[in-house]
């Protein structure tokens, strides 16, 4: 529910709200933390604070490797191929 009331503030252009509910969704839930921190990122490189916005995208990469290492080592486990080449 955070990200659905993110974007209706955001589209509303009440950023503050928007800042707000994205940050509620990156610290407060596991669902979509990589589209939290994007779209924060993206709000604070339009507001010029830069310093935000590159802390934003950190934690997006974090989050996004934590996700491709998690895919890996689940379906090394099962024995699934990780890439379509291994098909």
């Known amino acids: 529910p955070f990200m659905l009331l993110a974007r209706l ?14 940050n509620k969704a990156l610290n407060q839930t596991s ?19 830069l310093e935000k916005a590159k802390n934003m995208i950190k934690t997006a990469v974090i989050a996004l490797i934590v996700v491709l290492v998690s895919y890996a080592l689940v379906t090394a486990f099962i024995g699934l191929p990780f890439f379509a080449t291994d098909l």
Do not use: H, S, W
């Open 31 to 49: 669902d979509k933390p990589i589209e939290a921190a994007v779209n924060l990122a993206r709000i604070y490189i339009t507001r010029f604070d």
């Open 9 to 22: 503030y955001e589209d509303r252009g009440d950023i503050y709200e928007a800042i707000d509910r994205y």
